[in-house]
């Protein structure tokens, strides 16, 4: 009774005078730590948990961002490769074709240069229309002409083979000579060039149109040396092929505008074609090279 009666009398005198306020702070401060103890385990494993779950969402967002990388750099790889194609493509299309002239991109499959053979094989053939003596030229110049034709490839025989010849000229005055492959992919021999000739180092030589072979005008190399021994009846002239033999990946098909004509009207299977097309191949008498 005497709790009770104390009770009442405590509740009555906090809500009319509210005297109890004090008390009441001072005993909640004093009951504070207890709880803190009592909740200290449920805090303790809150806490736990979201530091795990935290560095489980760290390694798994590490991860990811990882794979990420790597997948970006593997394609920023491949932009890159495509943008350096994309250029290469750029300059093939910008190359001096001549006006009604048929042209065809072809890619190379396989390279052959032993010091006796520059040859390479190219993805197009008879399929497409290629011919044997068919000229084939990159970015920057003539690379050389066709030899052999299958169904799907043909074999390219580069003008650095020493059994290529080239009909040119100085594109300065139109000075006429035959372009020789050496076996050197980075450099052609002009022969029987007069001592009195004017040639000199830096001249362009062009393809000069003679034989049918190589239309007319199509950059091949540039003079780098001219050299005149007393002791010998013709200069020796040296040049430097301007097609990037050892480093085109794409090359252009070249069809001559009466040849690209023919094709165009003519609806004869692709191989009948190709070996009407190969009669423009010949030999020089004597040399055993092939030329325009």
Do not use: C
Request: hydrophobic share 40%; no cysteine.
């Amino acid at each position: 009774m005497f709790l009770i009666l104390l009770s009442v009398g405590l509740m009555t005198l906090d809500h009319r005078t509210r005297e109890l306020d004090r008390v009441r702070s001072w005993l909640g401060t004093l009951v504070y730590p207890v709880y803190y103890v009592v909740g200290l385990p449920e805090t303790v494993l809150d806490w736990a948990g979201e530091a795990f779950a935290t560095r489980r969402r760290l390694q798994e967002e590490n991860a990811r961002l990882h794979t990420e990388n790597l997948i970006l750099h593997a394609q920023l790889q491949k932009f890159e490769a495509l943008e350096a194609e994309n250029v290469r493509l750029r300059n093939l299309l910008n190359s001096p074709i001549e006006r009604g002239e048929r042209v065809l991109i072809a890619n190379l499959l396989s390279v052959d240069l032993d010091p006796y053979r520059h040859e390479v094989v190219i993805n197009r053939g008879s399929r497409k229309r290629v011919f044997r003596g068919q000229p084939v030229i990159d970015a920057h110049g003539v690379v050389g002409q066709v030899i052999e034709v299958t169904p799907l490839t043909a074999t390219v025989m580069l003008i650095t083979d020493p059994a290529h010849a080239l009909p040119v000229q100085v594109n300065r005055n139109g000075l006429r000579s035959i372009a020789l492959g050496t076996g050197n992919m980075e450099r052609l021999s002009l022969p029987h060039i007069p001592k009195s000739a004017d040639i000199r180092s830096g001249d362009l030589l062009v393809t000069s149109g003679l034989g049918a072979r190589f239309p007319r005008g199509y950059p091949v190399a540039r003079v780098e040396e001219v050299v005149i021994d007393p002791g010998k009846a013709f200069a020796q002239v040296y040049a430097r092929p301007l097609a990037e033999l050892d480093r085109s990946r794409e090359v252009l098909l070249i069809w001559p505008e009466t040849v690209a004509a023919d094709v165009a009207e003519d609806d004869t299977p692709a191989d009948s074609e190709s070996e009407q097309a190969a009669t423009v191949a010949e030999e020089t008498p004597g040399r055993g090279r092939r030329t325009r």
